[in-house]
């Protein structure tokens, strides 16, 4: 980690109303902690838009398990990136739907396509794909 600098920030009173209130909210100890965690949701959103660098997430789908052949097409998809997908996690949210929260990792396009390819699944109620760093380029 390198050395902490002090910068100034000239910012619309209003506006920095409305970031204490999300600081606050979100339970920050200061200012400083909030800007720090936007600055590293930015360089890593930026880094996602390029498409190569190294990424994991999570890919959360709520599907009916009754509707045909649905849990063999998700359990197949699973297996053809079996090098992408290190980690399932499979709960019975009533006697019908079910929650399946993968965990991927990859090439930000990468991840992106499995998703996709996911989600589109015919009978999947619901999907969505929630994409971090690694941390290893963050400080």
Do not use: P
């Not at 890593?44 to 789908?61: D, I, P, Q, R, Y």
């Not at 019908?96 to 990859?106: F, M, S, T, W």
């Amino acid at each position: 980690m390198g050395e902490t600098i002090r910068f100034g920030i000239s910012i619309d009173e209003t506006l920095l109303e409305s970031f204490d209130k999300l600081i606050d909210q979100k339970g920050y100890m200061n200012r400083s902690e909030a800007i720090r965690d936007l600055i590293r949701a930015s360089l890593v959103e930026l880094k996602w838009e390029a498409g190569e660098e190294e990424t994991v997430g999570t890919v959360t789908l709520v599907y009916n398990h009754h509707v045909r052949d649905l849990s063999d097409k998700l359990t197949e998809h699973q297996h053809t990136h079996h090098d992408q997908i290190i980690s399932a996690l499979h709960v019975h949210l009533d006697a019908h739907n079910c929650l399946e929260v993968l965990v991927v990792r990859g090439k930000a396009r990468e991840v992106k396509q499995i998703a996709d390819e996911l989600i589109g699944v015919k009978g999947v109620k619901h999907g969505k794909l929630v994409m971090t760093t690694t941390g290893e380029e963050l400080h």
